[in-house]
T-cell receptor, first 112, second 110 residues
Framework: ETGVTQSPTHLIKTRGQQVTLRCSSQSGHNTVSWYQQALGQGPQFIFQ???????GRGNFPPRFSGLQFPNYSSELNVNALELDDSALYLC???????????FGSGTRLTVV | GQNIDQPTEMTATEGAIVQINCTYQ??????LFWYQQHAGEAPTFLSYNVLDGLEEKGRFSSFLSRSKGYSYLLLKELQMKDSASYLCAAYMDSNYQLIWGAGTKLIIKP
Protein backbone atom coordinates (compact mmCIF):
# COMPACT_ATOMS: atom_id res chain seq x y z
CA GLU A 1 0.00 0.00 0.00
CA THR A 2 1.61 3.25 -1.12
CA GLY A 3 1.31 6.38 0.97
CA VAL A 4 0.69 9.95 -0.09
CA THR A 5 3.44 11.47 -2.20
CA GLN A 6 3.90 15.17 -2.89
CA SER A 7 6.11 16.94 -5.36
CA PRO A 8 8.26 18.89 -5.38
CA THR A 9 9.62 18.70 -1.84
CA HIS A 10 11.04 22.22 -1.93
CA LEU A 11 10.38 25.18 -4.20
CA ILE A 12 11.49 28.80 -4.38
CA LYS A 13 9.37 31.29 -6.31
CA THR A 14 9.31 35.04 -6.82
CA ARG A 15 6.47 37.25 -5.68
CA GLY A 16 3.80 37.51 -8.40
CA GLN A 17 4.62 34.15 -9.97
CA GLN A 18 2.34 31.13 -10.16
CA VAL A 19 3.02 27.69 -8.69
CA THR A 20 1.56 24.19 -9.05
CA LEU A 21 1.99 21.58 -6.35
CA ARG A 22 1.14 17.92 -6.90
CA CYS A 23 -0.17 15.11 -4.73
CA SER A 24 -0.70 11.41 -5.36
CA SER A 25 -3.25 9.96 -2.97
CA GLN A 26 -2.91 6.69 -1.09
CA SER A 27 -4.17 3.61 -2.89
CA GLY A 28 -7.89 3.11 -2.20
CA HIS A 29 -8.50 6.73 -1.16
CA ASN A 30 -10.86 8.95 -3.18
CA THR A 31 -10.73 12.25 -1.31
CA VAL A 32 -7.88 14.77 -1.18
CA SER A 33 -7.57 17.82 1.04
CA TRP A 34 -4.91 20.52 1.09
CA TYR A 35 -3.52 22.42 4.06
CA GLN A 36 -1.13 25.35 4.50
CA GLN A 37 1.17 25.20 7.53
CA ALA A 38 3.18 28.29 8.45
CA LEU A 39 6.24 27.81 10.62
CA GLY A 40 5.28 27.09 14.23
CA GLN A 41 1.57 27.00 13.43
CA GLY A 42 -1.02 24.31 12.92
CA PRO A 43 -2.19 23.52 9.39
CA GLN A 44 -4.94 25.70 7.88
CA PHE A 45 -7.54 24.02 5.65
CA ILE A 46 -7.48 25.25 2.05
CA PHE A 47 -9.98 22.93 0.33
CA GLN A 48 -11.05 19.34 -0.26
CA UNK A 49 -11.80 17.46 -3.48
CA UNK A 50 -14.06 14.45 -3.93
CA UNK A 51 -14.94 12.92 -7.29
CA UNK A 52 -13.08 15.72 -9.06
CA UNK A 53 -15.24 18.42 -7.43
CA UNK A 54 -14.34 20.84 -4.65
CA UNK A 55 -16.69 19.98 -1.76
CA GLY A 56 -15.25 22.07 1.05
CA ARG A 57 -13.20 25.26 1.30
CA GLY A 58 -11.49 27.24 4.04
CA ASN A 59 -10.81 30.99 4.19
CA PHE A 60 -8.43 31.25 1.27
CA PRO A 61 -8.77 33.66 -1.66
CA PRO A 62 -9.70 32.47 -5.16
CA ARG A 63 -6.07 32.64 -6.30
CA PHE A 64 -5.78 29.31 -4.49
CA SER A 65 -7.37 26.74 -6.78
CA GLY A 66 -7.16 23.03 -7.33
CA LEU A 67 -7.93 20.02 -9.42
CA GLN A 68 -8.56 16.36 -8.79
CA PHE A 69 -8.00 13.84 -11.54
CA PRO A 70 -9.82 10.55 -12.29
CA ASN A 71 -7.03 8.62 -10.56
CA TYR A 72 -7.70 10.77 -7.43
CA SER A 73 -4.38 12.59 -7.62
CA SER A 74 -4.59 16.33 -7.14
CA GLU A 75 -2.96 19.67 -7.85
CA LEU A 76 -2.90 22.89 -5.86
CA ASN A 77 -2.39 26.05 -7.91
CA VAL A 78 -1.54 29.41 -6.41
CA ASN A 79 -1.53 32.52 -8.59
CA ALA A 80 0.03 35.92 -7.91
CA LEU A 81 2.25 34.59 -5.13
CA GLU A 82 2.70 36.75 -2.05
CA LEU A 83 5.47 36.62 0.54
CA ASP A 84 2.95 35.32 3.12
CA ASP A 85 2.32 32.28 0.95
CA SER A 86 5.66 30.91 2.13
CA ALA A 87 4.73 27.79 4.08
CA LEU A 88 4.64 24.00 4.12
CA TYR A 89 1.77 22.75 1.94
CA LEU A 90 0.35 19.43 3.07
CA CYS A 91 -1.86 17.10 1.12
CA UNK A 92 -3.97 14.46 2.86
CA UNK A 93 -5.98 11.66 1.30
CA UNK A 94 -8.84 9.68 2.79
CA UNK A 95 -11.74 7.47 1.85
CA UNK A 96 -15.03 9.40 1.87
CA UNK A 97 -16.91 8.71 5.10
CA UNK A 98 -13.79 7.42 6.82
CA UNK A 99 -11.78 9.62 9.16
CA UNK A 100 -8.43 8.00 8.41
CA UNK A 101 -6.44 10.85 6.85
CA UNK A 102 -2.99 10.03 5.49
CA PHE A 103 -0.71 13.01 5.04
CA GLY A 104 2.12 13.51 2.61
CA SER A 105 5.45 14.95 3.74
CA GLY A 106 4.58 18.29 2.19
CA THR A 107 6.03 20.82 -0.19
CA ARG A 108 8.06 23.63 1.37
CA LEU A 109 7.31 26.78 -0.68
CA THR A 110 9.43 29.87 -0.23
CA VAL A 111 8.34 33.11 -1.91
CA VAL A 112 11.04 35.78 -2.24
CA GLY B 1 -15.49 31.80 16.31
CA GLN B 2 -13.55 28.60 16.25
CA ASN B 3 -10.38 28.38 18.27
CA ILE B 4 -8.18 25.57 19.57
CA ASP B 5 -5.55 26.21 22.23
CA GLN B 6 -2.58 24.08 23.25
CA PRO B 7 0.55 24.84 25.29
CA THR B 8 3.40 25.89 23.04
CA GLU B 9 6.07 23.68 24.57
CA MET B 10 6.45 21.02 27.26
CA THR B 11 9.46 19.17 28.65
CA ALA B 12 9.41 15.70 30.20
CA THR B 13 11.87 13.00 31.24
CA GLU B 14 12.44 9.69 29.47
CA GLY B 15 10.32 6.96 31.08
CA ALA B 16 7.88 9.42 32.64
CA ILE B 17 4.25 10.30 31.81
CA VAL B 18 3.10 13.55 30.21
CA GLN B 19 -0.36 14.99 29.56
CA ILE B 20 -0.84 17.46 26.71
CA ASN B 21 -4.02 19.50 26.99
CA CYS B 22 -6.19 20.96 24.26
CA THR B 23 -9.05 23.34 24.89
CA TYR B 24 -11.41 24.45 22.19
CA GLN B 25 -14.16 26.93 21.47
CA UNK B 26 -15.45 25.09 18.43
CA UNK B 27 -19.07 24.11 18.10
CA UNK B 28 -20.63 21.53 15.83
CA UNK B 29 -17.61 19.31 15.36
CA UNK B 30 -17.85 15.56 14.80
CA UNK B 31 -14.77 14.49 16.69
CA LEU B 32 -11.28 15.42 17.82
CA PHE B 33 -8.03 14.15 16.38
CA TRP B 34 -4.53 13.98 17.82
CA TYR B 35 -1.57 13.90 15.44
CA GLN B 36 2.18 13.62 15.97
CA GLN B 37 4.49 15.63 13.73
CA HIS B 38 8.26 15.38 13.68
CA ALA B 39 10.08 18.43 12.32
CA GLY B 40 9.88 18.57 8.54
CA GLU B 41 7.69 15.48 8.31
CA ALA B 42 4.02 14.71 7.73
CA PRO B 43 1.58 14.58 10.65
CA THR B 44 0.84 10.99 11.63
CA PHE B 45 -2.46 9.86 13.14
CA LEU B 46 -2.56 9.02 16.84
CA SER B 47 -6.22 9.00 17.88
CA TYR B 48 -9.75 10.14 17.06
CA ASN B 49 -12.35 10.72 19.81
CA VAL B 50 -16.03 11.04 18.94
CA LEU B 51 -17.59 10.17 22.28
CA ASP B 52 -16.69 11.58 25.69
CA GLY B 53 -14.25 9.48 27.65
CA LEU B 54 -10.86 7.90 27.49
CA GLU B 55 -9.53 5.88 24.55
CA GLU B 56 -6.39 3.87 25.21
CA LYS B 57 -4.01 2.68 22.52
CA GLY B 58 -0.76 1.25 23.81
CA ARG B 59 1.41 3.95 25.39
CA PHE B 60 -0.92 6.69 24.11
CA SER B 61 -4.38 7.56 25.46
CA SER B 62 -6.72 10.38 24.50
CA PHE B 63 -9.61 11.89 26.43
CA LEU B 64 -12.51 14.07 25.33
CA SER B 65 -15.09 16.06 27.30
CA ARG B 66 -17.47 17.94 25.02
CA SER B 67 -19.27 19.64 27.92
CA LYS B 68 -15.97 21.11 29.14
CA GLY B 69 -14.51 21.82 25.70
CA TYR B 70 -11.42 19.89 26.66
CA SER B 71 -9.25 17.06 25.42
CA TYR B 72 -5.90 15.66 26.43
CA LEU B 73 -3.31 13.26 25.08
CA LEU B 74 -1.52 11.10 27.64
CA LEU B 75 1.84 9.60 26.77
CA LYS B 76 3.28 6.93 29.06
CA GLU B 77 6.76 5.41 29.34
CA LEU B 78 8.20 8.26 27.34
CA GLN B 79 10.93 7.47 24.83
CA MET B 80 13.38 9.84 23.18
CA LYS B 81 11.66 9.23 19.84
CA ASP B 82 8.48 10.80 21.29
CA SER B 83 10.15 14.20 20.97
CA ALA B 84 7.88 15.87 18.40
CA SER B 85 5.01 18.31 18.03
CA TYR B 86 1.55 17.08 19.02
CA LEU B 87 -1.43 18.70 17.34
CA CYS B 88 -5.10 18.42 18.16
CA ALA B 89 -7.65 19.05 15.44
CA ALA B 90 -11.45 19.21 15.37
CA TYR B 91 -13.20 17.61 12.41
CA MET B 92 -16.06 19.70 11.00
CA ASP B 93 -18.53 17.58 9.05
CA SER B 94 -20.19 20.72 7.63
CA ASN B 95 -17.38 21.39 5.16
CA TYR B 96 -15.10 18.41 5.79
CA GLN B 97 -12.29 20.48 7.27
CA LEU B 98 -9.94 19.92 10.16
CA ILE B 99 -9.43 22.91 12.45
CA TRP B 100 -6.02 22.64 14.05
CA GLY B 101 -4.32 23.89 17.14
CA ALA B 102 -0.82 25.34 16.75
CA GLY B 103 0.71 22.22 18.26
CA THR B 104 2.66 21.45 21.43
CA LYS B 105 6.38 20.85 21.04
CA LEU B 106 7.33 18.04 23.41
CA ILE B 107 10.98 17.81 24.45
CA ILE B 108 12.12 14.57 26.09
CA LYS B 109 15.23 14.69 28.26
CA PRO B 110 17.28 11.66 29.34
Amino acid sequence: ETGVTQSPTHLIKTRGQQVTLRCSSQSGHNTVSWYQQALGQGPQFIFQYYREEENGRGNFPPRFSGLQFPNYSSELNVNALELDDSALYLCASSLAGNYGYTFGSGTRLTVV
Amino acid sequence: GQNIDQPTEMTATEGAIVQINCTYQTSGFNGLFWYQQHAGEAPTFLSYNVLDGLEEKGRFSSFLSRSKGYSYLLLKELQMKDSASYLCAAYMDSNYQLIWGAGTKLIIKP
